[in-house]
């Protein structure tokens, strides 16, 4: 059996938030300097621990020589257990839901009326098949719940149920974009995507404190790192692509990531249809809540712009409540409501088969909002359909060895690939970053004698800045391993491909959010822009 490279982990906890921007041709000595640095400060607080516990009573040094135990068998690090006793954590992913949701998950999810709520976190499921589907993982001081959206009064449904003390250990996949959970039985087995090593890691920290604070009777499960099943599995894969031996493959990264190919790069400016713009008040129909009684109408400000529909509280509120795409093609569309509670109203049929009522003061202004939702659909339908020379983005798993750039599909209950794309790391011609938005990057590709027509960049879409960082490291790493000097690094100036890269990554990142969630002000103006 092949040994694992040390180049599959070496280098990824360099990537912190500090140098995200960065040039991957840092200077070694600023790197070490760093690496240091942080050697220090994890000694100072292994210091501060010890001291700490020699001062506690006996039976508190037991607990903690027990706890001590369970970090050498894997179930937490030192310094994740340090980073959450230290201080309170947050990540986007972790939504802040209010009392009348409480009060639903409390009387239409938990099972047992003593469960108390602890965290609701977005995840998702099916990236590495490229079937991204958002999941949220409700954690309380007993179990854990995998929610999928409801639809209706029904705001989400249970999928399944994962009492603490069922989880016999978890698994973590390469550069922790990926979680499984395996349960006391075997054929009970989960796989969380994330994408993101920053949330792997939040996650893991807030389910131990979790488990270790609630009610799990059993010691804390274990936590597998190495992933060499997986490990085998990619480095057989690659060996294919490359066509060498799986010990002449040297992995460097592995991520999960957005894939668009460029392909419909214009030859020549073509004016573009102005979207539709409409604004104004309308009454919505909200539910407020079984304390509430139900259904009521309230008043709102809507804003039809750039093929997004926004709910705000006021009219110069800069952050919507609501915000829904209507270029997506999971939109339903719109239509009048006859015999509904207002007179003048309509609705929009969301994604998730709900709908949003809405109601206007007469016929005509029902008309001139229909009118105008309508164009945006068919405009952002126009520019999806299959005669459009816009290429789709695909969710897929990314593979970066020495000798060869990998964009594939991974089944990893069987270990099976099916390659989308793959090119040679010495046809790459540089890398181009927008300064700032660092969630992406193109790869850009020399001209080549084998065809007429130069391959059109890559644009790879990544969850985090930290995940487009190591990405930028790695992929600097296996270039000048071949050219022996930096990569060329360019900042993006054609306003048009900057424009679409970001409305794209955008969309992705408020479809990752759900269309029901309180965007901040920095997301709500970026997709204005």
């Given at each position: 059996?092949d040994?694992v490279?040390?180049?599959?982990?070496?280098?990824?906890?360099?990537?912190?938030q500090?140098?995200?921007?960065?040039?991957?041709h840092?200077?070694?000595?600023?790197?070490?300097?760093?690496?240091?640095?942080?050697?220090?400060d994890?000694?100072?607080?292994?210091?501060n621990?010890?001291?700490?516990?020699e001062?506690?009573?006996?039976?508190?040094e037991k607990?903690e020589g027990?706890?001590?135990?369970?970090w050498k068998?894997?179930?937490?690090?030192?310094?994740?257990k340090?980073?959450y006793?230290?201080?309170?954590?947050?990540?986007?992913?972790?939504?802040?839901?209010?009392?009348?949701?409480?009060?639903?998950?409390m009387?239409?999810?938990?099972?047992?009326e003593?469960?108390?709520?602890?965290?609701l976190?977005?995840?998702s499921?099916g990236?590495?098949?490229?079937?991204v589907?958002?999941?949220?993982?409700?954690?309380?001081d007993?179990?854990?719940?995998?929610?999928?959206?409801?639809g209706?009064?029904?705001?989400?449904?249970?999928?399944?149920?994962?009492?603490?003390?069922?989880i016999?250990?978890?698994s973590i996949?390469?550069n922790?974009?990926?979680?499984?959970?395996?349960?006391t039985?075997?054929?009970?087995?989960?796989?969380?995507?994330?994408?993101?090593?920053?949330?792997t890691?939040?996650?893991?920290?807030?389910?131990?404190?979790?488990?270790?604070d609630g009610?799990?009777?059993?010691k804390?499960?274990s936590?597998?790192?190495?992933?060499?099943?997986?490990?085998?599995?990619?480095?057989k894969?690659a060996a294919?692509?490359?066509?060498?031996?799986?010990?002449e493959?040297n992995?460097?990264l592995?991520?999960?990531?957005?894939?668009?190919?460029?392909?419909d790069?214009?030859?020549?400016?073509v004016?573009?249809p102005?979207?539709?713009?409409?604004?104004?008040?309308?009454?919505?129909?909200?539910?407020?809540?079984?304390?509430?009684?139900?259904?009521?109408?309230?008043?709102?400000f809507?804003?039809?712009?750039?093929?997004?529909f926004?709910r705000?509280?006021?009219?110069?509120d800069?952050?919507?409540q609501?915000?829904?795409s209507l270029?997506?093609?999971?939109?339903?569309?719109c239509r009048?409501?006859r015999?509904?509670?207002?007179?003048?109203s309509?609705?929009?049929?969301l994604?998730?088969?709900?709908?949003l009522?809405l109601a206007a003061?007469?016929?005509?202004?029902?008309s001139e909002?229909?009118?105008?939702i309508c164009?945006?659909v068919?405009?952002?339908?126009?520019q999806?359909?299959p005669?459009?020379?816009?290429?789709?983005?695909?969710?897929?798993?990314?593979i970066l060895?020495k000798k060869k750039?990998?964009?594939?599909?991974?089944?990893?209950?069987?270990?099976?690939?099916?390659?989308l794309?793959?090119?040679?790391?010495?046809?790459i011609?540089?890398?181009t970053?927008?300064?700032?938005?660092?969630?992406?990057c193109?790869?850009?590709f020399?001209?080549?004698d084998?065809?007429?027509?130069?391959?059109?960049?890559?644009?790879?879409?990544?969850?985090s800045?930290v995940?487009?960082?190591?990405f930028?490291?790695?992929?600097?790493?296996?270039?000048k391993?071949?050219?022996?000097?930096d990569?060329?690094?360019?900042?993006?100036?054609?306003?048009?491909?900057?424009s679409?890269?970001?409305?794209q990554?955008?969309?992705?990142?408020?479809?990752?959010?759900?269309n029901d969630?309180?965007?901040?002000?920095?997301e709500?103006?970026?997709?204005?822009?």
């Open positions: 059996m040994t490279d040390s180049d599959v982990n070496s280098g990824l906890e360099e990537v912190t500090e140098n995200l921007h960065s040039t991957p840092e200077d070694k000595d600023k790197r070490n300097t760093h690496r240091s640095c942080k050697d220090e994890r000694d100072s607080r292994h210091s621990n010890k001291e700490d516990a001062s506690k009573s006996s039976a508190v607990d027990a706890e001590s135990d369970q068998k894997g179930a937490i690090t030192k310094e994740e340090a980073e006793e230290r201080q309170e954590l947050t990540n986007d992913a972790d939504m802040k839901i209010d009392n009348n949701t409480k009060l639903y998950l009387l239409e999810i938990f099972k047992n003593s469960e108390e709520f602890q965290r976190i977005r995840m499921t990236h590495m098949e490229g079937e589907d958002p999941v949220f993982i409700l954690l309380t007993q179990s854990m719940y995998l929610l999928r959206k409801g209706g009064e029904t705001l989400y449904h249970t999928e399944v149920v994962i009492p603490f003390n069922e016999d250990y978890l996949c390469v922790y974009q990926t979680i499984t959970i395996v349960c039985n075997r054929r009970n087995q989960y796989w969380l995507t994330t994408g993101d090593e920053q949330l890691r939040y996650f893991l920290s807030v389910l131990m404190k979790a488990m270790e009610s799990r009777t059993r804390l499960p936590v597998l790192r190495d992933a060499t099943t997986q490990l085998i599995a990619i480095k894969f294919q692509e490359c066509h060498c031996e799986m010990s493959v992995l460097i592995y991520s999960l990531v957005h894939w668009e190919n460029l392909s790069k214009p030859t020549s400016e004016p573009k102005f979207s539709p713009y409409k604004e104004g008040v309308l009454l919505f129909k909200n539910w407020d809540g079984y304390l509430f009684g139900g259904y009521s109408w309230k008043p709102g809507f804003l039809l712009r750039n093929g997004m926004y705000l509280l006021e009219r110069n800069p952050v919507p609501l915000a829904i270029k997506s093609s999971d939109f339903g569309g009048r409501v015999g509904g509670d207002k007179p003048y309509f609705e929009l049929i994604p998730d088969k709900t709908s009522e003061n007469d016929d005509y202004e029902v909002w229909l009118h105008s164009s945006a068919s405009l952002g339908m126009e999806l359909s005669t459009s020379t816009t290429s789709p983005c695909i969710a897929c798993c990314m060895t750039l990998i964009l594939c599909h991974e089944d990893i209950q069987t270990g099976f690939f099916r390659c794309g793959s090119c040679q790391i010495e046809d011609g540089g890398l970053v927008d300064p700032d938005n660092r969630n992406y193109i790869v850009e020399e001209p080549t084998m065809s007429s027509d130069d391959e059109q960049p890559w644009v790879m879409y990544f969850n800045p995940e487009e960082a190591k930028e490291m790695a992929l600097s790493k296996a270039w391993s071949i050219f022996k000097v990569l060329p690094v360019f900042v993006i100036d054609n306003k048009t491909t900057r679409r890269c970001r409305e990554q955008n969309l992705l990142h408020s479809a990752w959010k759900k969630s309180v965007m901040s002000r920095k709500f103006e970026a997709l204005l822009q």
